[in-house]
Every structure is written in structure tokens, then in C-alpha cells.
């Protein structure tokens, strides 16, 4: 039995691709700049070649069982990416496909977040839980849950999208093409715009005001600095995203909520403010139940556990047998 395969991590800025094996070990892991392929083919090109390299380097291609790979809006039933709102590469984008025609090894590809229950549920917080979901913050919004010891992915394989769906009545215009989606509230491009909205209400002083390029880290430091303004631009992130948990929590029936992603590293600033805000919104037959905690993986490793516990579950198939 094949005891090695390829974890792949798309991300807006990044793909790191690894060989991992059946324990969980990274053997070897690199890296090159998504942003610097604006062209799909281009991106599989290249991105091939380099697993291929990987390979010969380390145990030859011929003993990798398959490949799994972690994409913002990546479908496992289709194996494509299907219109990404984010990503370079608009429309459908038969990702599974081009890569074992090129490589020629079997290829699962999943959503970012569904790839981050898997690893939460082996490595992380999650393991021994049937039941939880996992929320992540960062360019985007990404819901995934985790029940009854599996992923749920529903009848399409877009289970999880939570961060499109409406939290505010005519509200924010989200890059998925809706308005009031939550992700455009609690996400990065959201937060800034909270940010703008805050201090243009007011003439009180705010570091925030002297920041050329604004980010939720830059935030999150003027916040343990005492900025005020900045502490109000957590505080109604916060009162937002804990009503969705509070949504999310009444419809799964979680063990627990882990939040992960850039934007949960703003720490108690974030999270004081969504747990006062889940705990007034949760149904009440939940309270006290479900637990909102944050991740205990690193990010970059947690994708890339993520994606290779996906690859064992594609049905093997390689031009090396």
C-alpha cells in the first residue's frame, strides 16, 4: 500500500504543496505565488512540475497515492473550483482534471473550509467530536460542519456558505453578487469598511487615521493601544458574527464553534464581543451547550493535513501502477 501523497493549499496569495505521509508527517513542502498566475493553465503548468520535482527529489511519483487539494470554493463532488469570488480565476475551472491528466494521479479537491473540518476533526480541537463546525475569517467567510463524524457537504457541494447568506436587509454589496451578506460584514474587506464608517461618524482621535493601508492586524495593535474607535470596529464586528454563530449553532447543533483564519488572531477584542453577542442570540434550549473556541493548529499546517486526509478519500487511480 502506497503510504505518501501530495497536500495541496490554494490560497489568494499562496499554494503550498507537500508530500505527507499516512501518519501525518510532512516530508517535504515548498511553495509558489498564486497572485503571479492569472492564467489557470499556466497555474496547473507550473504547479505540476513542481510536484513532479517534489517527488523524484523525495520517493518517485510512482509511490504517491494521490493528490488533495484546498481551494476557496472548491467543490469535492465536482472536483472543480466553481466561481470563486475571490480567486483570479472567474467562472468553473475543472481543477481535479487538469491536474491528473497532468500528473496522472487521482486528485480530490475541496472547499477551503470543508478541508479545515477534516483537519480540525484529526489534528485539532475537534478530535473525538461527531459534531461541530469550524468558522473562518479572513478574505472571505467559510462555514463548514462537521456531523455525525462526517463533512457535510449537501446535495450540490455547497454546504457551509453561511457567509452568503442575508444578515442585513439591503445592506453591504458582497462580491458574490448579493446584498447584507454577512461575510461583508465580518470579513477583511467588511472590517475596513466598518472601520471607514466609524470614523467618519465621528471628529475623535484615532490611530487608525494615520494608517496609509489598513489592515484588521493594524486594528487589532491600535485596539491593545487603547484606541477607542478602533475597539468599536471589533465591537460591532462582534455583535454581527455572533448572531450568525448564534444562526449556525440553532440550525447544526454544534459540541462546539471553532473559529479560525486571520481575523480571529484580534484575540479578546473579537471575541469578547461575539460570545456576549452569540450567548443573548442562541436559542435557548443550546445555551451553555456549545462552546466557541478558537483553533490550536497553525494555519499553513492545517491545510496541508487538511488536504492530504482528503486525498485518501479520492479512489486511487495513477498511471503507475
Known amino acids: 500500500m502506497k503510504s505518501m501523497v501530495f497536500g495541496i493549499d490554494i490560497s489568494l496569495n499562496q499554494t503550498v ?37 517534489m517527488a523524484e527529489k523525495n520517493c518517485g511519483l510512482e509511490n504517491i497515492r494521490s493528490i488533495g487539494v484546498s481551494s476557496p470554493s472548491g467543490n469535492f463532488l465536482s472536483g472543480c473550483i466553481e466561481n470563486s469570488p475571490n480567486m483570479p480565476w472567474k ?29 480540525e476533526s484529526i489534528f485539532g480541537n475537534a478530535h473525538g467530536m ?32 453561511m457567509g452568503h447568506t442575508c444578515i442585513v436587509e439591503d445592506g453591504r454589496q458582497c462580491e458574490c453578487g448579493l446584498k447584507g451578506c454577512l461575510e461583508a460584514y465580518v470579513a477583511e474587506k467588511g472590517i475596513l469598511r466598518t472601520a471607514i464608517e466609524i ?12 494608517i496609509e493601508n489598513l489592515t484588521p492586524k493594524l486594528i487589532t495593535k491600535c485596539c491593545e493601544r487603547g484606541d477607542e474607535l478602533a475597539i468599536e470596529v471589533f465591537r460591532r464586528t462582534g455583535k454581527v458574527l455572533g448572531r450568525g454563530l448564534a444562526t449556525l449553532a440553532a440550525v447544526t447543533d454544534p459540541e462546539a464553534i471553532i473559529l479560525l483564519g486571520g481575523i480571529s488572531r484580534a484575540g479578546k477584542w473579537l471575541l469578547d464581543p461575539t460570545q456576549e453577542s452569540f450567548e ?5 434550549n443550546l445555551r451553555g451547550k456549545v462552546e466557541l473556541m478558537l483553533s490550536g493548529l497553525e494555519p499553513e499546517e492545517s491545510m496541508i493535513l487538511g488536504a492530504s486526509a482528503l486525498a485518501w478519500q479520492v479512489k486511487e487511480y495513477s498511471l503507475f501502477r
Open 280 to 284: 443573548n442570540h442562541l436559542f435557548r
Open 199 to 210: 470614523m467618519d461618524e465621528t471628529d475623535k482621535p484615532s490611530m487608525m487615521r494615520e
Open 17 to 53: 504543496y507537500a508530500i505527507v505521509d499516512v501518519r501525518g508527517r510532512i516530508i517535504d513542502r515548498d511553495a509558489i505565488k498564486t497572485y503571479e498566475y492569472p492564467d489557470i493553465n499556466g497555474f496547473v503548468r507550473v504547479l505540476c512540475e513542481r510536484l513532479v520535482e
Open 91 to 119: 467562472g468553473v475551472i475543472p481543477l481535479s482534471a487538469m491536474i491528473r491528466d497532468q500528473v496522472g494521479l487521482a486528485v480530490a479537491v475541496g472547499n477551503d473550509c470543508h478541508v479545515r473540518c477534516l483537519s
Open 130 to 161: 461527531d459534531n461541530f463546525a469550524i468558522v473562518s475569517l479572513g478574505h472571505g467567510m467559510g462555514v463548514s460542519s462537521f456531523n455525525r463524524g462526517k463533512v457535510l457537504l449537501g446535495n450540490n457541494g455547497f454546504a457551509g456558505e
